[in-house]
C-alpha cells in the first residue's frame, strides 16, 4: 500500500497536546456526520480536527475512534491505509481528535467513494470496483480487522492523474460492537468471516449507489 503525505506514525496518546485553544470556524468544515464534524487543522493542512457534536457528547466517538486505532497499532501490519489518529487537541468546539487529512497529488483534499461515485458524473466505476476489490482481499489477506467499511468512511486519494489508493479515515469500527457476544472483536476466525461479508457488503454497495446516484443526491 501507498502511504499518505504525513509524518511517521504517532505514539499511542490521549492527552491533550499544548495549552492553546485552537480555533475552528466553519470555513473550515469539510465533513459533517451525525456525531462529528470534521475540520481542517487551522495550523496544519495536512491534519484534520474531528469535534464531536454538542446534542451527542454522551457518545464519545473520538474516543471510539482513538482507541480503534490503538487496537490496530497493537495488532501490528501494515497500516499505510489509514488517516492516522495523533491525540486529542483544546479547541473552542470542546476536545478535538487531530487525524491525517487525505490529500490528492495535487493538494486536494481526497473525496470519500460516497462523493465519488454518486456525484462524479465522469467516475470510471469498472477502474474503482477493481482498486477496492483489490484493497478488500489485502484487509482480509493481511488480518486488518476493519468492519466499518460504509462508502462515507474510505477515501480515495489520487496518486496521479489515473491513480487512486484507498485510505479509511474512521476507524471506531474497530473497537466498537454492536453484538452481545462479539467473538470477531478477539477470535480471527470469526473476524475473518464478518470481514468477509463486510467486504462483499461495500463492493455490493458502491454498484448499487452508482445505479442509484440520481435519488441519492437528493437525500445527502
Same mark, same amino acid.
Given at each position: 500500500?501507498?502511504? @499518505?503525505?504525513?509524518?511517521?506514525?504517532?505514539?499511542?496518546?490521549? @492527552?491533550?497536546?499544548?495549552?492553546?485553544?485552537?480555533?475552528?470556524? %466553519?470555513?473550515?468544515?469539510?465533513?459533517?456526520?451525525?456525531?462529528? &464534524?470534521?475540520?481542517?487543522?487551522?495550523?496544519?493542512? #495536512?491534519?484534520?480536527?474531528?469535534?464531536?457534536?454538542?446534542?451527542?457528547?454522551?457518545?464519545? @466517538?473520538?474516543?471510539?475512534?482513538?482507541?480503534?486505532?490503538?487496537?490496530?497499532?497493537? #495488532?501490528?501490519? %501494515?497500516?499505510?491505509?489509514?488517516?492516522?489518529?495523533?491525540?486529542?487537541?483544546?479547541?473552542?468546539?470542546?476536545?478535538?481528535?487531530?487525524?491525517?487529512?487525505?490529500? %490528492?497529488?495535487?493538494?486536494?483534499?481526497? *473525496?470519500?467513494?460516497?462523493?465519488? &461515485?454518486?456525484?462524479?458524473?465522469?467516475?470510471?466505476? #469498472?477502474?474503482?470496483?477493481? &482498486?477496492?476489490?483489490? /484493497?478488500? %482481499?489485502?484487509?482480509?489477506?493481511?488480518?486488518?480487522?476493519? /468492519?466499518?467499511?460504509?462508502?462515507?468512511?474510505?477515501?480515495?486519494?489520487?496518486?496521479?492523474?489515473?491513480?487512486?489508493?484507498?485510505?479509511?479515515?474512521?476507524?471506531?469500527?474497530?473497537?466498537?460492537?454492536?453484538?452481545?457476544? *462479539?467473538? @470477531?472483536?478477539?477470535?480471527?476466525?470469526?473476524?475473518?468471516?464478518?470481514?468477509?461479508?463486510?467486504?462483499?457488503?461495500?463492493?455490493?454497495?458502491?454498484?448499487?449507489?452508482?445505479?442509484?446516484? #440520481?435519488?441519492?443526491?437528493?437525500?445527502?
Amino acid at each position: 500500500m501507498v502511504s @499518505a503525505d504525513s509524518e511517521s506514525r504517532p505514539s499511542c496518546t490521549t @492527552a491533550l497536546e499544548g495549552d492553546e485553544v485552537i480555533r475552528l470556524s %466553519d470555513a473550515l468544515i469539510i465533513n459533517r456526520g451525525k456525531e462529528r &464534524v470534521c475540520f481542517v487543522h487551522p495550523h496544519k493542512p #495536512e491534519r484534520v480536527v474531528k469535534v464531536v457534536l454538542q446534542n451527542e457528547r454522551t457518545n464519545p @466517538a473520538n474516543i471510539q475512534e482513538l482507541k480503534g486505532y490503538h487496537m490496530l497499532l497493537k #495488532e501490528g501490519g %501494515d497500516l499505510s491505509f489509514l488517516s492516522h489518529c495523533h491525540g486529542f487537541v483544546a479547541t473552542d468546539r470542546g476536545p478535538g481528535l487531530v487525524c491525517d487529512c487525505i490529500r %490528492d497529488f495535487d493538494g486536494t483534499i481526497s *473525496p470519500t467513494i460516497w462523493d465519488t &461515485v454518486v456525484f462524479q458524473d465522469d467516475c470510471d466505476m #469498472e477502474y474503482l470496483v477493481a &482498486v477496492m476489490e483489490t /484493497f478488500c %482481499d489485502f484487509l482480509i489477506a493481511n488480518r486488518l480487522w476493519i /468492519f466499518d467499511l460504509n462508502l462515507k468512511n474510505i477515501v480515495l486519494r489520487r496518486a496521479s492523474e489515473n491513480t487512486l489508493h484507498p485510505y479509511v479515515i474512521d476507524l471506531k469500527g474497530r473497537y466498537v460492537s454492536h453484538t452481545l457476544i *462479539p467473538l @470477531a472483536k478477539y477470535f480471527h476466525f470469526f473476524a475473518r468471516k464478518k470481514m468477509i461479508r463486510r467486504t462483499a457488503q461495500l463492493l455490493q454497495r458502491i454498484v448499487e449507489f452508482r445505479d442509484r446516484r #440520481e435519488e441519492l443526491r437528493l437525500l445527502d
